[in-house]
């Protein structure tokens, strides 16, 4: 069975920085493609970034390109989603999400992020 | 970028009776890369249909979608009451980079 952890959400304030982690389980965790898809307050689902099984490609949202990055860690089935330069409208629900034939197969219960002055 | 516009926002049924939820694209989407997906308060979304016709491991069959091109549809053949939630269609473009865009979602609410 799939299991996606999501960890490190918390509160900062604008300008600061975050780490998310998500641990993988129960499939073969460099053979798949792995995203992050938010959800702010009472809004709906955004795709966030992407990032290759390999490890070699990825991609962003326009607007948070150049102040996140994605990351994976093949010997610790972990991704991560490191968040600098954070913003009021970064404050959302991230959900870690595999990825398949370019729709989202399983989802992780999520970590929230609050960005406040 | 292709948006997709969901309709209606809100829907209101009963159980029993067969609920009928679209998708609407600015641009021709492929089959293939047309998803669903439901999502009830305080949970994570659930992939329901993807390929927009293929329903997903666990979906049950009163779940059907269709549709091409721009036009999808999320049909629930006779409606449960675990089946009041959110629903999102979702797309996938894999032009010089990729994109994955949601609707705006359909909330499907007990009359």
């Known amino acids: 069975e799939v299991q996606l952890w999501e960890s490190g959400g918390d509160f900062t304030h604008p300008g600061g920085s975050l780490r998310l982690s998500c641990e993988a389980s129960g499939f073969r965790f460099t053979d798949y493609t792995m995203s992050w898809v938010r959800q702010a307050p009472g809004t709906g689902l955004e795709w966030v970034s992407v990032i290759s099984g390999s490890g070699t490609t990825t991609y962003y949202l326009a607007s948070v390109k150049g102040r996140f990055t994605i990351s994976r860690d093949s010997q610790k089935n972990t991704l991560y989603l490191q968040m600098n330069s954070l913003r009021a409208e970064d404050t959302a629900i991230y959900y870690c999400?595999?990825?398949?034939?370019?729709?989202?197969?399983?989802w992780g219960q999520g970590t929230l992020v609050t960005v406040s002055s | 970028d292709i948006v997709l516009t969901q309709s209606p926002g809100t829907l209101s049924l009963s159980p029993g009776e067969r609920a009928t939820l679209s998708c609407r694209a600015s641009?021709?989407?492929?089959?293939?890369?047309l998803a669903w997906y439901q999502q009830k308060p305080g949970q994570a979304p659930r992939l329901l249909i993807h390929?927009?016709?293929s329903r997903a491991t666990g979906t049950p069959d009163r779940f059907s979608g269709s549709g091409s091109g721009t036009d999808f549809t999320l049909t629930i053949s006779r409606l449960e009451p675990e089946d009041f939630a959110v629903y999102y269609c979702q797309q996938f473009g894999n032009g010089n980079s990729p994109r994955y865009g949601f609707g705006q979602g359909t909330k499907l609410e007990i009359k």
């Open positions: 999400v595999t990825v398949l034939n370019g729709y989202f197969e399983s």
């Open positions: 641009q021709s989407v492929s089959t293939n890369y």
């Open positions: 390929g927009a016709s």
